[in-house]
């Protein structure tokens, strides 16, 4: 094409441009380029051409911005009045905080204030933020163990303190002590008739239990020279008797599933399957010898019953604390008791407690006793139940007037005397919720035992607390009451939840008794460190409730005796509202219990045979089970004034507590051994033996039980209402069993008081009795630690007190 026609058609493309309206048409091709500047964006001017522009060497562009100053987040008053951070949330996009005046740099956002701290206002955090009083409940608060830490550190105690209490412990521990010498020295005699030249005693420094009862070995013992057959010196005695009761062979208890419908008063079903929960996953006991053909030789000398090992070796006589240690201990402590005139310490009438001018007829009640018991000519039915807030030094010794007599203390408020942490169940889960290992896993899934069938499963954790506070329902819409089991685990309580701990151990009263780490009278804390320590708690006790007793399905700890003593202080409870469909069913599925309940005591047995001797000794209680379902209006009054007593109402009631006084346990033995048969333990199975009545943990006396107990044997126990903040103080050897009123959650502490140590020996010699594979003997013996410290501790202890108080008494003679 010519350069003419480009022209015309350049001209032609010009005018049509124009007509419509003179706009030019761009390339698509081509963008205009857009410059950025700090006030915006902007075109470059369209009649710009490259022949315009100015050619320079490429590079960055610079644009200067105005630096703003950088802020010092370190800085006191940046921190005091321009942070947004929340202590809680640790975010700063949350709006408004709250500051505190007090420590000037904690701050806390509205929303966190609603949801974790709902009873303190907004003065309240300004005037002192949660860490200020010491009660946050954040992450790294929660985690934190620096309090815990300083607790363990051991307080300054008086010169006069120590002295009073080594006196104490000295007076209390002396007779025990004696007991023991004359123990060894029959032991003594017994070798040197054995042998004819009597030798040195061969040191044993490592720990063991007898192999035979399973009790620990903490002194005196005997062992085989072939093998590491042990036995103890109760073992021994009554092999040379003839009767060797410790150590009895395994007993395997059967409990069959019966169906799902049966827990609820159905027929048992055609074809049954043999389920033990409790028991499933316990290892068989194997016995490596044979008991029968095992005997004393007429010197006293015992051989060892093993065959295949060593043949029958001989069992020598053998000490871990070495041959004089006991008689040494026992010189020193006659010294001391001489010098200090401990055998004319007596009672004067001072020394009684004002607790007995209680006029067990009159309705006046002292604001520190409550009464539990309606005894006949009985001095015991109040029990000391004092404030925390208003005990001062001298309470200690009426806490010991009641304490040496077995009775139960009360110790009411004692929350008031913490920090005020909360112990809520979503509180503490956040607290326990962090990975433990490289695998990153997480305790999501907690055991729980329903207590209709008295079965474990697994249930999320957060599930379970749910529950906690809306309640839960079975497929029938009976209230499903699920008891958390060790969660979290006793032994990590203070590493999962170690302010939770430090706040538990600040709220225990009676701190010489209870503190588990510097209580002057607490024996488990005079252990040397070199030994093994028992696990003593604290242990968290975290249940539904509900406050009709429905017979069957109640939230209940059963009754059953402690070795050591025990604190046990209500920290939170949750009320669970039902729903009128659910009162219905109670109502409907409690007559088909009851028409269970009479039918199989009437029938036959879990082994299809009559059983006639049920028959026999249930009659009173078919008679009573047919009262209590056709009650007359009067007793139907009655009933309900006895329980408006016993549950008046109040909202900070959380669990019904029975406990038993130890001299009452033959009847309270003796009642339930005749009636076992009326009770039901797992799958809903009725009782088919006894091994124990206490010490197998499967019964729970309801008030029907209880008055029966009354009626036939006299006997009752102290019956009263734990409240949030109640403190009770349990003795060692004294049977209780537990209900909850509401969900609950409680902490529990076991330590060993110098007044009980003649019931550790007396429930020692009671365990050791037991079968091997007793669920008793489980629990007291991991690898022989419980009885451990019911033996060998006080005599250990003792000896650190006897140094102690020994220069202690030079001094003061001097």
Same mark, same amino acid.
């Given at each position: 094409?010519?350069?003419?026609?480009?022209?015309?058609?350049?001209?032609?493309?010009?005018?049509?441009?124009?007509?419509?309206?003179?706009?030019?048409?761009?390339?698509?091709?081509?963008?205009?380029?857009?410059?950025?500047?700090?006030?915006?964006?902007?075109?470059?001017?369209?009649?710009?051409?490259?022949?315009?522009?100015?050619? /320079?060497?490429?590079?960055?562009?610079?644009?200067?911005?105005?630096?703003?100053?950088?802020?010092?987040?370190?800085?006191?008053?940046?921190?005091?009045?321009?942070?947004?951070?929340?202590?809680?949330?640790?975010?700063?996009?949350?709006?408004?905080?709250?500051?505190?005046?007090?420590?000037?740099?904690?701050?806390?956002?509205?929303?966190?204030?609603?949801?974790?701290?709902?009873?303190?206002?907004?003065?309240?955090?300004?005037?002192?933020?949660?860490?200020?009083?010491?009660?946050?409940?954040?992450?790294?608060?929660?985690?934190?163990?620096?309090?815990?830490?300083?607790?363990?550190?051991?307080?300054?105690?008086?010169?006069?303190?120590?002295?009073?209490?080594?006196?104490?412990?000295?007076?209390?521990?002396?007779?025990?002590?004696?007991?023991?010498?004359?123990?060894?020295?029959?032991?003594?005699?017994?070798?040197?008739?054995? /042998?004819?030249?009597?030798?040195?005693?061969?040191?044993?420094?490592?720990?063991?239990?007898?192999?035979?009862?399973?009790?620990?070995?903490?002194?005196?013992?005997?062992?085989?020279?072939?093998?590491?057959?042990?036995?103890?010196?109760?073992?021994?005695?009554?092999?040379?008797?003839?009767?060797?009761?410790?150590?009895?062979?395994?007993?395997?208890?059967?409990?069959?599933?019966?169906?799902?419908?049966?827990?609820?008063?159905?027929?048992?079903?055609?074809?049954?399957?043999?389920?033990?929960?409790?028991?499933?996953?316990?290892?068989?006991?194997?016995?490596?010898?044979?008991?029968?053909?095992?005997?004393?030789?007429?010197?006293?000398?015992?051989?060892?019953?093993?065959?295949?090992?060593?043949?029958?070796?001989?069992?020598?006589?053998?000490?871990?604390?070495?041959?004089?240690?006991?008689?040494?201990?026992?010189?020193?402590?006659?010294?001391?008791?001489?010098?200090?005139?401990?055998?004319?310490?007596?009672?004067?009438?001072?020394?009684?407690?004002?607790?007995?001018?209680?006029?067990?007829?009159?309705?006046?009640?002292?604001?520190?006793?409550?009464?539990?018991?309606?005894?006949?000519?009985?001095?015991?039915?109040?029990?000391?139940?004092?404030?925390?807030?208003?005990?001062?030094?001298?309470?200690?010794?009426?806490?010991?007037?009641?304490?040496?007599?077995?009775?139960?203390?009360?110790?009411?408020?004692?929350?008031?005397?913490?920090?005020?942490?909360?112990?809520?169940?979503?509180?503490?889960?956040?607290?326990?919720?962090?990975?433990?290992?490289?695998?990153?896993?997480?305790?999501?899934?907690?055991?729980?035992?329903?207590?209709?069938?008295?079965?474990?499963?697994?249930?999320?954790?957060?599930?379970?607390?749910?529950?906690?506070?809306?309640?839960?329902?079975?497929?029938?819409?009976?209230?499903?009451?699920?008891?958390?089991?060790?969660?979290?685990?006793?032994?990590?309580?203070?590493?999962?939840?170690?302010?939770?701990?430090?706040?538990?151990?600040?709220?225990?009263?009676?701190?010489?008794?209870?503190?588990?780490?510097?209580?002057?009278?607490?024996?488990?804390?005079?252990?040397?460190?070199?030994?093994?320590?028992?696990?003593?708690?604290?242990?968290?006790?975290?249940?539904?409730?509900?406050?009709?007793?429905?017979?069957?399905?109640?939230?209940?700890?059963?009754?059953?005796?402690?070795?050591?003593?025990?604190?046990?202080?209500?920290?939170?409870?949750?009320?669970?509202?039902?729903?009128?469909?659910?009162?219905?069913?109670?109502?409907?599925?409690?007559?088909?219990?009851?028409?269970?309940?009479?039918?199989?005591?009437?029938?036959?047995?879990?082994?299809?045979?009559?059983?006639?001797?049920?028959?026999?000794?249930?009659?009173?209680?078919?008679?009573?089970?047919?009262?209590?379902?056709?009650?007359?209006?009067?007793?139907?009054?009655?009933?309900?004034?006895? /329980?408006?007593?016993?549950?008046?109402?109040?909202?900070?009631?959380?669990?019904?507590?029975?406990?038993?006084?130890?001299?009452?346990?033959?009847?309270?033995?003796?009642?339930?051994?005749?009636?076992?048969?009326?009770?039901?333990?797992?799958?809903?199975?009725?009782?088919?033996?006894?091994?124990?009545?206490?010490?197998?943990?499967?019964?729970?006396?309801?008030?029907?039980?209880?008055?029966?107990?009354?009626?036939?044997?006299?006997?009752?126990?102290?019956?009263?209402?734990?409240?949030?903040?109640?403190?009770?103080?349990?003795?060692?050897?004294?049977?209780?069993?537990?209900?909850?009123?509401?969900?609950?959650?409680?902490?529990?502490?076991?330590?060993?008081?110098?007044?009980?140590?003649?019931?550790?020996?007396?429930?020692?010699?009671?365990?050791?009795?037991?079968?091997?594979?007793?669920?008793?003997?489980?629990?007291?013996?991991?690898?022989?630690?419980?009885?451990?410290?019911?033996?060998?501790?006080?005599?250990?202890?003792?000896?650190?007190?006897?140094?102690?108080?020994?220069?202690?008494?030079?001094?003061?003679?001097?």
């Amino acid at each position: 094409m010519s350069e003419g026609n480009l022209l015309e058609k350049k001209d032609a493309q010009d005018k049509n441009h124009s007509e419509k309206g003179g706009v030019s048409e761009q390339r698509s091709g081509r963008k205009r380029k857009m410059v950025k500047k700090d006030d915006g964006e902007f075109e470059m001017p369209a009649d710009s051409s490259r022949s315009d522009r100015q050619f /320079r060497p490429r590079g960055r562009k610079v644009i200067k911005e105005e630096v703003e100053p950088k802020i010092n987040k370190w800085d006191p008053k940046w921190i005091e009045e321009i942070s947004l951070m929340c202590h809680q949330c640790q975010r700063n996009d949350k709006g408004d905080v709250v500051r505190c005046t007090l420590c000037k740099r904690k701050r806390f956002c509205f929303p966190c204030l609603k949801s974790w701290y709902p009873h303190l206002k907004e003065y309240d955090i300004a005037e002192a933020c949660p860490v200020c009083r010491g009660n946050c409940n954040c992450k790294a608060c929660l985690r934190s163990d620096e309090l815990i830490k300083k607790m363990k550190k051991e307080t300054e105690t008086i010169k006069d303190e120590k002295v009073e209490f080594s006196i104490h412990l000295l007076q209390v521990l002396l007779p025990y002590l004696r007991l023991l010498e004359e123990e060894q020295m029959i032991e003594n005699e017994t070798e040197a008739k054995i /042998r004819v030249i009597l030798i040195s005693l061969v040191a044993n420094l490592t720990l063991s239990c007898s192999d035979n009862c399973k009790t620990s070995i903490f002194d005196y013992h005997r062992s085989c020279t072939k093998c590491s057959f042990d036995l103890c010196l109760s073992c021994c005695r009554e092999l040379r008797r003839g009767q060797l009761v410790g150590g009895a062979d395994p007993v395997v208890l059967e409990f069959v599933w019966q169906g799902k419908d049966y827990l609820h008063g159905a027929e048992k079903e055609g074809k049954r399957v043999k389920r033990n929960a409790s028991n499933a996953d316990a290892k068989p006991v194997v016995c490596e010898w044979s008991r029968s053909g095992w005997h004393a030789k007429s010197d006293g000398s015992i051989p060892c019953p093993k065959i295949n090992d060593c043949n029958h070796g001989f069992l020598e006589l053998r000490s871990i604390l070495g041959q004089h240690f006991i008689s040494e201990l026992v010189r020193k402590a006659n010294e001391l008791a001489q010098a200090y005139k401990l055998q004319d310490v007596a009672m004067t009438p001072d020394d009684f407690c004002s607790c007995l001018r209680l006029d067990r007829n009159s309705d006046d009640v002292y604001s520190n006793m409550r009464k539990a018991a309606s005894r006949e000519y009985s001095s015991d039915n109040y029990l000391y139940c004092p404030r925390a807030v208003d005990l001062q030094y001298k309470d200690l010794r009426h806490f010991q007037w009641h304490w040496e007599k077995g009775e139960p203390v009360v110790v009411s408020n004692v929350l008031e005397c913490t920090s005020g942490l909360s112990w809520e169940p979503l509180v503490m889960w956040r607290a326990c919720r962090q990975m433990i290992n490289t695998k990153r896993e997480q305790h999501l899934d907690v055991k729980a035992i329903d207590c209709l069938d008295w079965c474990e499963g697994e249930i999320n954790i957060h599930q379970f607390f749910t529950g906690y506070t809306k309640g839960r329902k079975d497929w029938l819409n009976w209230p499903q009451i699920l008891k958390l089991k060790d969660w979290p685990p006793s032994n990590l309580f203070e590493e999962r939840l170690p302010r939770h701990c430090a706040e538990f151990i600040s709220s225990l009263p009676f701190k010489e008794y209870t503190d588990p780490h510097v209580g002057s009278l607490n024996l488990a804390v005079k252990l040397p460190k070199s030994c093994i320590k028992p696990d003593m708690g604290p242990k968290t006790y975290i249940a539904y409730g509900f406050p009709q007793e429905l017979g069957r399905g109640d939230s209940v700890t059963k009754l059953h005796c402690d070795m050591s003593d025990a604190v046990n202080v209500l920290t939170h409870i949750a009320e669970v509202e039902l729903e009128s469909d659910q009162l219905t069913a109670i109502d409907r599925l409690k007559t088909k219990h009851f028409k269970q309940d009479k039918r199989e005591l009437l029938g036959d047995d879990q082994d299809g045979e009559t059983n006639v001797g049920m028959l026999n000794n249930s009659s009173s209680t078919l008679i009573a089970l047919d009262k209590q379902n056709k009650l007359k209006e009067v007793d139907k009054v009655k009933i309900k004034q006895e /329980r408006d007593l016993l549950f008046p109402g109040d909202a900070s009631a959380g669990a019904l507590w029975d406990i038993f006084r130890r001299q009452d346990v033959p009847k309270l033995q003796e009642y339930l051994k005749k009636h076992f048969r009326e009770f039901r333990h797992i799958h809903c199975c009725p009782l088919k033996q006894v091994i124990h009545p206490i010490h197998d943990q499967t019964f729970y006396l309801t008030m029907e039980h209880k008055r029966k107990l009354k009626q036939e044997y006299g006997i009752e126990p102290w019956t009263f209402i734990q409240k949030v903040g109640d403190a009770v103080f349990i003795p060692a050897g004294c049977p209780h069993q537990v209900r909850n009123l509401k969900s609950c959650i409680k902490v529990a502490l076991d330590f060993v008081s110098p007044e009980n140590v003649g019931e550790c020996f007396r429930l020692t010699e009671e365990f050791r009795t037991l079968p091997i594979n007793h669920m008793s003997t489980e629990d007291k013996l991991e690898v022989c630690q419980t009885t451990f410290i019911d033996l060998i501790m006080p005599f250990i202890c003792f000896s650190i007190v006897l140094r102690c108080s020994l220069s202690l008494s030079l001094s003061f003679i001097r």
